[in-house]
């Protein structure tokens, strides 16, 4: 009797300690099991990163261009109607026809200064054909010469560059040509007005 029942306690201990194995090793697999998902999807992510960085690599390789961002076209500085334009390309060949590029785009810019200022008229045309008393303010005007020019492929480019924003006056609203002009005219500029530069047969002042 004693043998049996030491027999049962013996199994049952025998019992208890299996399923505390158990309830143990299903827990160790848990603490296991987190850092093992974790590390998994670590990996993915890496080689996730890395196939981005290979596809960069190889777009770069095969001369593929790698856009970033959209490039935005600047717009012109001066938005000019049709009248306008076709007298600053007729005042300019008239005026420096016989300069190079930047000198046409330096008489361009000082008409276009004149349109910008408040001493001046508001548009190119008002401006060139602005008279003060009988005098008008650009000889080629007054000689008709304006209208009789052909104007150079050069003079397009000039004035593109001054309707796109570049300047090389430094704020220039005058300019002539000494050698051509009458000595009292020039005498009233070297008096009245600054001198800035000069640039081929042109004297610039402010």
């Not at 000198?103 to 200022?117: M, Q, Y």
């Amino acid at each position: 009797m004693y043998k049996k029942a030491l027999g049962i306690i013996v199994l049952l201990h025998m019992l208890f300690l299996s399923g505390y194995v158990c309830i143990a090793a299903i827990g160790d697999s848990r603490q296991f099991g987190e850092p093992m998902m974790e590390t998994a999807l670590d990996r993915a992510l890496v080689a996730d990163q890395r196939s981005s960085a290979l596809g960069v690599a190889d777009a770069a390789a095969s001369g593929q261009r790698i856009v970033d961002c959209d490039v935005l076209e600047r717009p012109p500085a001066y938005e000019l109607c049709d009248e306008d334009y076709e007298i600053l390309l007729r005042i300019v060949e008239a005026e420096a026809g016989g300069e190079d590029e930047d000198g046409k785009l330096l008489v361009a810019n000082v008409v276009l200064n004149r349109v910008n200022s408040e001493a001046f008229p508001d548009t190119v045309k008002d401006v060139v054909m602005q008279k003060n008393g009988r005098v008008t303010q650009f000889s080629p005007v007054a000689s008709g010469r304006i209208w009789k020019v052909k104007i150079s492929e050069e003079t397009v480019r000039a004035v593109q560059r001054a309707i796109d924003g570049e300047d090389l006056s430094q704020g220039a609203l005058y300019f002539a040509a000494r050698r051509h002009a009458d000595s009292d005219s020039m005498r009233w500029f070297d008096r009245k007005l600054t001198f800035l530069f000069r640039h081929g047969g042109h004297e610039f002042f402010f």
